[in-house]
């Protein structure tokens, strides 16, 4: 089975902070890579599919990058509707989540 | 606009079976381009797949899963349904389903809104 690891499991930030979340792969998964954003009570919604497409109606503040066993989702200025929990999602052998990432108010 | 609605039993006993239905609006089941995907959230936790479903008929489990988990789909009635059995307590959660679209890289877009299953007698 493939292991995805996100790091931090939470972050404490401001409004307009740059934010960056990582998320490392136990083998090399190319670029089968997605990231979804999830708000209490609320199902995920998908922000960057295959690494780095922004899904369409998401801001341009999401972005995202990396290949192999490494990625990262970065929100370039954070604002206050983007406080949630960040997954990952490998897609390259069945699926898996990594743990997540709580965005917290500083 | 895609929309997908799961529904079933909020409560069901230890031992038994957790029977889910997600129906789809806006879209069909059997276009090519996709999986119909079973995901679940024990409460405070992260997201777990359990599996999916193509138009084939084809599927794929969670390995840990696998022994307990049918998907099965009907075209006819526009929607897919998740069996898991002998359930116990550890598999009270919120149960998504979700469309997978099938590509060069596959993603979950959109999910249904999500229903709570508890286990408990």
């Known amino acids: 089975d493939i292991q995805m690891t996100q790091s931090p499991s939470s972050l404490s930030a401001s409004v307009g902070d740059r934010v960056t979340i990582t998320c490392r792969a136990s083998?090399?998964?190319?670029?089968?890579l997605n990231w979804y954003q999830q708000k209490p009570g609320k199902a995920p919604k998908l922000l960057i599919y295959?690494?780095?497409t922004l899904q369409s109606a998401v801001p341009s503040r999401f972005s995202g990058s990396g290949s192999g066993t490494d990625f990262t989702l970065t929100i370039s200025s954070l604002q206050p509707e983007d406080f949630a929990t960040y997954y990952c999602?490998?897609?390259?052998?069945?699926?898996?989540f990594g743990q997540g990432t709580k965005v917290e108010i500083k | 606009q895609v929309q997908l609605q799961e529904s079933g039993p909020g409560l069901v006993k230890p031992s038994q079976t957790l029977s889910l239905t997600c129906t789809v609006s806006?879209?069909?089941?059997?276009?090519?381009?996709?999986?119909w995907s079973w995901i679940r959230q024990p409460a405070g936790k992260g997201l777990e797949w359990i599996g999916h479903?193509?138009?084939?008929?084809?599927?794929n489990y969670n390995p840990s899963l696998k022994s307990r988990v049918t998907i099965s789909l009907d075209t006819s009635k526009n929607h897919f349904s998740l069996k898991l059995s002998s359930v116990t307590a550890a598999d009270t959660a919120v149960y998504y389903c979700?469309?997978?679209?099938?590509?060069?890289?596959?993603?979950?877009?959109?999910w249904g809104q999500g229903t709570l299953v508890t286990v408990s007698s």
């Open positions: 806006g879209g069909s089941t059997s276009s090519g381009l996709y999986y």
């Open positions: 999602q490998q897609t390259y052998s069945a699926r898996t």
């Open positions: 295959a690494a780095s």
């Open positions: 479903i193509y138009t084939s008929g084809s599927t």
């Open positions: 083998q090399s998964i190319s670029s089968y």
């Open positions: 979700a469309r997978e679209y099938s590509s060069s890289s596959n993603w979950f877009d959109p």
